[in-house]
C-alpha cells in the first residue's frame, strides 16, 4: 500500500491543478464581463462572485479587481497563484512518484506566475496570461496521462481532480441556478458565458446546436454522460478511481468511502433529468457538494489520517 503522505500529495496536486484552470477560466470570463455595462455583464460578474464566494460577500470587489485578485493574489487560498504555488510544493514532496515530464510542466508553470515578469504580463495582456496557464495546465494533464504509470498514485491524482471538479461545477450550478442566491440567469450572453466557465460551450453546441436554454445547460452539466466536467461523468470517476486506489484496503464498512461515492454514482445515474424542477435540481446539485465533502473526509480517515490499529495485523 503506498504511504499515507504520498497519497495526501498526489490528491491534493489533482485537486489544486484542477482548481488553478478552473479560476482561470472565471477571472477570464470576469474580464470580459467588464468589457460593457449590460445587464448580462452584470449577471456574469454577480455570478462569478458567488462562485467563488459561495455567494457571501460583504464588500465585494469590482470585476476587474476580483479577476486580478482570483489570479495573482498568493493570499488568497483559492487564487491561481497560490494553488500552483501549494501544487508544485505536494510534487516536489513527492519528486521520486512523479514522472520528468510531469514535474518540469508542472514546475515551469509555477514559474510563469510567480516570476518577476507575471505582474506585468498579466497587467499587459490578461486574457492571454490565463490561456497561457490553461494551455500550460492542459499540458500538465497530458504529460501525467501519457507518461506516469496509472497505478495506486495515478488513481489518488485523479480522485483529487474529479472530487474538486465536482465541488466546483456544483458550486457554479449554484451560482447560475440557484434560488438562493438571487435571480437565476437568464440572459443569452450569461448563459453563454455559464459556459464558458465550465468549458463547455463547444461540446454543449454539438449537443443542443444554438438552442442555449437554462434548462437545457443545467441538465447538460448535470447529467451528460460524455462530457467529462458534468457531475454524472466526475462522480463515476470519483467512484471508479476510489474502488481501484481501495482494492487491498478495509474501507470501513457501509459508512466507508466507497459506499458514499457509490451511492453519489447512483443518484446521478438514476437520475430523471426531465423529471426534475428547479428546486428539485437545486437540492440535487446540493446534495452533491455535500457528499463531495463527506467524500473527502472518508478518504482522509481511510488513506492518510487512519490510525495504526487500522493496518497492523490482529
Known amino acids: 500500500m503506498m504511504l499515507a503522505r504520498v497519497a495526501d500529495s498526489l490528491y491534493w496536486i489533482g485537486r489544486y491543478v484542477e482548481r488553478a484552470e478552473h479560476m482561470c477560466r472565471l477571472a477570464d470570463v470576469l474580464l470580459n464581463a467588464t468589457l460593457d455595462r449590460t445587464e448580462s455583464s452584470g449577471q456574469v460578474a454577480g455570478m462569478v462572485m458567488s462562485a467563488i464566494t459561495d455567494g457571501h460577500h460583504d464588500a465585494p470587489l469590482s470585476p476587474s479587481d476580483a479577476a486580478l485578485a482570483i489570479t495573482m493574489d498568493s493570499e488568497n487560498g483559492d487564487s491561481v497563484t497560490a494553488a500552483l504555488a501549494r501544487a ?22 509555477h514559474l ?3 516570476g518577476e515578469g507575471a505582474a506585468r504580463d498579466f497587467s499587459d495582456a490578461p486574457s492571454q496570461f490565463l490561456h497561457d ?19 495506486e498514485g495515478w488513481g489518488f491524482l485523479q480522485l ?11 458550486k457554479l450550478l449554484q451560482a447560475g441556478f440557484g434560488r438562493n442566491l438571487g435571480r437565476p440567469v437568464t440572459e ?26 437554462p434548462t437545457l445547460i443545467r441538465q447538460f452539466l448535470m447529467f451528460d454522460e460524455d462530457f467529462p466536467r458534468s457531475l454524472r461523468f466526475s462522480t463515476a470517476r470519483i467512484e471508479e ?24 454514482k447512483a443518484r446521478l445515474l438514476y437520475a430523471d433529468p426531465k423529471a426534475l424542477g428547479g428546486e428539485e435540481s437545486d437540492s440535487l446539485v446540493a446534495t452533491v457538494l455535500e457528499e463531495c465533502a ?15 490499529e487500522m493496518r497492523l495485523p490482529a
Open 188 to 213: 443569452h450572453a450569461a448563459m453563454t458565458a455559464l459556459l464558458r466557465m465550465s468549458c463547455a460551450l463547444e461540446p454543449y453546441l454539438r449537443k443542443h446546436t444554438a438552442d442555449i436554454q
Open 112 to 114: 510563469r506566475v510567480t
Open 160 to 170: 483529487g481532480v474529479f472530487i474538486e471538479r465536482a465541488q466546483l461545477i456544483g
Open 241 to 264: 478511481h476510489l474502488s481501484s486506489v481501495g482494492r487491498n484496503v478495509d474501507l470501513g464498512g457501509g459508512a466507508g468511502p466507497e459506499r458514499l461515492a457509490g451511492r453519489l
Open 294 to 308: 463527506r467524500l473527502h473526509e472518508g478518504i482522509y480517515d481511510t488513506f492518510v489520517a487512519y490510525s495504526l
Open 88 to 109: 508544485r510544493e505536494n510534487a516536489r514532496q513527492v519528486r521520486d512518484q512523479l514522472t520528468t515530464e510531469t514535474w518540469e510542466r508542472l514546475n515551469l508553470i
Open 133 to 151: 496557464i490553461i494551455a500550460d495546465l492542459h499540458l500538465f494533464k497530458g504529460a501525467a496521462d501519457a507518461t506516469m504509470s496509472h497505478g
